[in-house]
């Protein structure tokens, strides 16, 4: 991590000021414990140089660059989405999901009334509190410089459906680059997928991809359907051979032929995508080689859809409980 500097002030006026656009022979003082700082900027950039930044004229005990850090990011940030909220403008927020590993995004304030900085709940009292329409937390913001969130503490948010969003410090650069941090935060607790009802985790999206490219008999244009396989398909891609009836239908009325042929090689009959023109099948090795993974270069086009959800944990049950049998 790189090393962490005071590079905001206020001034006389409470103004908050940057080191990199302050002057020197100005007054200037901390935010957090509004002691006097002295501006350190030598114009010099370069390798060897240091960044602008400030020094307290006196040395206060508590008030580090990391706490310093922290203080002016969050309320910063509360003062940005408060101008939001009055502006009724959207706040776009995206994350990788840990529970469905899928990319989910969407109006962070949408259902945004008013924010509060370090608002008292209790058991904790998070960075940021962000309430609804109903006046209810529903969701906070907490920034992370050197100690994250206890977990007592996130087990409460957890027990009351108060959305966590968590944005890690490493720089004082950070402050500048606001808006990407909350756009993008490190963590965030909640999931768009519908719970299993059996289990209450997150399910995840079944996907299907429909690939055009050439018949390998007759190079005539053809369709294929693929599956992102969950658990209960054996954690891989399948094909046609392994759709519900539902699923079958979706890709049919996408274009793609499926019918019944019999494998010389699998020795065996099961359903496949088919050739329109010469009856030809794409055999379940052939379906990866030479549809999905071109595709998945981009040297076919193809389309991905959401069709539904399965359930990975409770299929792992299954298996463990057979495998204990």
């Known amino acids: 991590m790189k090393k962490i500097l005071h590079t905001v002030a206020i001034n006389k006026s409470g103004d908050l000021i940057t080191a990199k656009n302050a002057k020197k022979g100005s007054d200037f003082f901390c935010p957090l414990c509004k002691n006097e700082l002295i501006l350190r900027k030598s114009g010099k950039t370069g390798k060897g140089s240091k960044r602008p930044h400030f020094a307290h004229r006196i040395l206060t005990p508590n008030c580090t660059p990391e706490s310093a850090l922290h203080f002016n990011f969050k309320n910063l940030l509360v003062e940005k989405i408060k101008q939001k909220i009055e502006k009724e403008e959207p706040l776009s927020i995206s994350w990788n999901c840990k529970h469905c590993y899928d990319f ?16 008292n709940m209790t058991l904790c009292q998070p960075d940021i509190a962000l309430f609804d329409f109903e006046n209810k937390v529903f969701a906070v913001i907490e920034v992370v410089v050197t100690h994250k969130p206890e977990e007592k503490v996130l087990n409460f ?20 680059n606001w808006k990407e941090k909350i756009s993008k935060p ?12 059996t289990c209450g985790n997150f399910q995840h999206k079944t ?22 396989g969950g658990m209960e398909r054996g954690g891989s891609s399948c094909g046609a051979d392994e759709f ?16 019944s042929h019999y494998s010389k090689t699998m020795h065996e009959r099961y359903l496949a995508s088919t050739c329109n023109k010469c009856g030809a ?3 379940n090795f052939y379906l990866f080689t030479d549809y999905l993974q071109p595709a998945s270069i981009g040297e076919l086009p193809s389309e991905t859809f959401d069709i539904g959800y399965y359930c990975n944990n409770c299929f792992e049950i299954e298996e463990d409980d057979y495998m204990n049998f």
């Open 157 to 176: 948010y957890l027990e009351n459906n108060i959305i966590l969003i968590q944005i890690n410090l490493t720089s004082e650069e950070d402050i500048e």
């Open 244 to 259: 519900s009836k539902e699923e079958i239908e979706f890709a049919k009325r996408k274009g793609t032929i499926i019918k």
């Open 104 to 119: 989910h995004s969407g109006n962070l304030l949408k259902k945004i009334k008013s924010v509060k900085v370090e608002h």
């Open 207 to 228: 996907k299907m991809t429909i690939v055009e490219g050439p018949c390998w008999k007759c190079h005539s244009s053809m369709k294929v359907a693929v599956i992102e």
């Open 186 to 197: 490190d963590i965030v607790e909640i999931c768009f997928n519908p719970k299993c009802k």
């Open 281 to 283: 099948f794409a055999g």
